[in-house]
């Protein structure tokens, strides 16, 4: 979620919330479906609204993707232009002997193409902002996305923000701040003017298109409308551009996300759906897509919880500024289920760990990361690519009967380290994925300005800008080590990844499977 407390410019938001670029889409359902033993085997849509199909998607019976595409071009009731697809297609590495070099698993059968002309084979890769594994692999299940491979889910880093997790998919990192507004040791950021100018945002760089900054705060008042709208720059952006592989940043799902929660994923799913089968026929077919988001997004109603007040009447200063070991900077941008604070000396961390609402608190002590919780303390260390994780009183980050496994089955050694894949393998889908890794990992090359403490949030619970809480009561927040935070998603019509794999290490592995992302740098109108 890239949104923060530059809501000056919502005073202005009335003049042009009705503003928008309508996107060409296909109806959200069809006409008329074909069953064969009770399954759906062909979808029949009506384009153009005269009441008789004009476009048609074959299905294959078991696996419920894309097959063929047909169009009625004449208006006659027959649908006389076909084209094979194939989608989901095989795998480019392991699941596609059968074809040769150069071959896309694309099969055209009809010598006029579906859309106004032939097409040269491109790539659409959209990043959506927030978007949770689940919603995604439910609509999938249910024929949605149908063009596509079974979703991944992707772990982010932590602290869950946008920033640094797409700088560490695109290998940029580390970013300035965990934020826009960050303490660099002298003063704060200035957060509004940084985030207009992407500075905390190297990896926007890397990008083709994506809305411009200065719409981020009308598209969070008025989500609606301005998903609706970016989806129509989106495609008038990538129509026009002839890049064979096009990269675009969509913020637009984190607002309808924040907004409605679920429900808000799942409309804008389908509007994207919908934009994708319009997008498939056009370009008969000679087109990839990958959707991806950066992290996930816990729905559940949220309020939030002001640590600069809880902490000021425990007798800390926060300010501006660092005299005094009781002077605290805590930047206070986004609404979002993590806090970061700079101070002196991480004492704080002890008694910020105990307000409602903070579930772990975590600091550099020496060569080691220190995590506490209410009832617990636990160190991590590292040994090049090994970690251990030392439980000094109870257990916070609840792997005492993950490290007994590790240890029965000889991958710890003598002294507890394990390998960093062997944690991944046994942690991945645990209540805070690979959290010795990520935790190390926020105090060691995510950021230029690290923070002194790292709070993550109980569920339920935000922090950050007072002046965004007038403006948003959130239905859904990120931020904190739990896996509906940190847990983002993609999926493709190139190829399908494992069940659940890590950002750091995603843009290579789509490498290895011939699916190069070279960024060239954004522009945004």
């Avoid at 551009?241 to 799902?253: A, H, K, R």
């Avoid at 209540?431 to 995510?446: M, S, Y």
């Avoid at 990844?497 to 109108?525: H, N, Y």
Wanted: charged share 25%; with cysteine; aromatic share 8%.
């Amino acid at each position: 979620m890239r949104s923060g407390s530059f809501f000056p410019a919502v005073a202005f938001a009335t003049m042009i919330a009705g503003c928008t670029v309508t996107p060409r889409s296909f109806p959200p359902a069809a006409i008329e479906t074909v069953r064969e033993g009770g399954r759906v085997v062909e979808r029949r849509y009506d384009v153009d609204g005269d009441g008789r199909a004009d476009r048609a998607e074959t299905l294959d019976p078991q696996s419920g993707g894309v097959r063929a595409m047909a169009l009625d071009a004449d208006g006659d009731g027959t649908m006389e232009r076909r084209v094979e697809v194939r989608y989901p297609r095989a795998s480019r590495v392991s699941d596609a002997p059968d074809l040769k070099d150069g071959e896309t698993g694309s099969e055209p059968v009809a010598q006029q193409p579906v859309g106004q002309q032939r097409q040269p084979k491109r790539h659409l890769f959209i990043i959506s902002d927030s978007i949770p594994p689940d919603i995604v692999a439910d609509l999938h299940a249910q024929g949605r996305l149908a063009y596509f491979h079974r979703p991944t889910r992707i772990v982010s880093p932590f602290p869950v923000m946008t920033d640094p997790c797409l700088a560490e998919f695109f290998g940029v990192s580390p970013v300035p701040g965990v934020e826009a507004q960050y303490f660099d040791g002298q003063r704060l950021s200035d957060a509004p003017n940084l985030y207009l100018r992407e500075g905390n945002a190297p990896w926007m760089k890397c990008v083709d298109y994506h809305l411009p900054i200065s719409d981020h705060a009308f598209a969070y008042v008025y989500p609606d409308k301005w998903f609706k709208h970016g989806l129509g720059k989106l495609q008038e952006a990538f129509e026009a551009s002839d890049q064979e592989t096009f990269l675009v940043y969509m913020v637009g799902t984190s607002c309808t996300g924040s907004k409605r929660g679920r429900t808000g994923h799942v409309e804008s799913l389908i509007q994207y759906d919908r934009l994708f089968q319009e997008l498939m026929f056009r370009y008969e077919g000679r087109l990839d897509i990958t959707l991806m988001s950066d992290h996930g997004h816990h729905c559940a109603d949220y309020r939030r919880m002001s640590i600069v007040r809880n902490l000021e009447r425990a007798g800390y200063r926060p300010g501006a500024t660092l005299n005094g070991p009781q002077d605290l900077v805590i930047p206070e941008w986004g609404l979002v289920s993590m806090i970061a604070i700079y101070a002196q000396t991480p004492a704080v961390a002890a008694d910020a760990v105990n307000l409602g609402g903070v579930e772990l608190a975590a600091f550099v002590d020496g060569d080691a990361v220190m995590v506490l919780s209410r009832d617990g303390q636990a160190r991590i260390s590292r040994d090049g690519a090994r970690y251990r994780y030392e439980m000094l009183r109870g257990d916070p980050l609840q792997l005492e009967a993950i490290a007994s496994a590790l240890r029965a089955g000889g991958q710890l050694d003598p002294s507890g380290f394990g390998d960093a894949d062997a944690w991944w393998n046994a942690t991945k889908e645990h209540v805070f994925p690979d959290p010795l890794a990520r935790l190390w990992r926020a105090f060691h090359g995510l950021f230029q300005n690290v923070p002194t403490v790292l709070l993550s949030l109980e569920d339920g619970f935000s922090a950050g800008s007072p002046k965004l809480d007038e403006f948003i009561d959130m239905a859904a927040v990120h931020g904190s080590l739990r896996a509906p935070s940190s847990e983002g998603m993609i999926l493709s019509t190139l190829t399908e990844l494992p069940p659940i794999v890590r950002m750091a290490e995603l843009r290579g592995m789509l490498k290895s499977r011939e699916v190069a992302i070279e960024p060239r740098g954004a522009r945004s109108d």
